[in-house]
């Protein structure tokens, strides 16, 4: 049974979109939620393996457009606990 586990990134406005393709491209990622500065959840979305490209554009033009309205906001990222070599 794989466990799930949560990590907080604070960031601003216009590295927003860089970050949200850095975590994707790691690969392990769940699920992205955005928060304002306040703790209020602006979008949420799940992330399954082989969303790439084409697919997952309209999802990044949202986040490009978020971006630009808002100053700090912070990411959740769920992520598969992926217990290492030495763990098994």
């Known amino acids: ?15 927003l ?4 393709e850095e975590l ?3 690969g392990n990622v ?3 939620t955005i928060h304002d500065k306040s703790g209020d959840e602006l979008m949420s979305f799940p992330l399954t393996f ?13 986040i490009g457009a978020v971006a ?11 992520k598969d606990d992926v217990p290492l070599e030495k763990d098994l």
């Open 24 to 26: 994707i491209k790691e």
């Open 1 to 15: 049974m794989e466990n799930t586990i949560k990590e907080t990134f604070v960031t601003h406005g216009e590295n």
């Open 50 to 62: 082989g969303v790439v490209g084409a697919v997952f554009a309209p999802v990044l033009a949202a």
């Open 68 to 78: 630009a309205l808002i100053g700090e906001c912070s990411i959740t990222v769920e």
């Open 17 to 20: 979109l860089h970050k949200i």
């Open 30 to 32: 769940r699920k992205i």
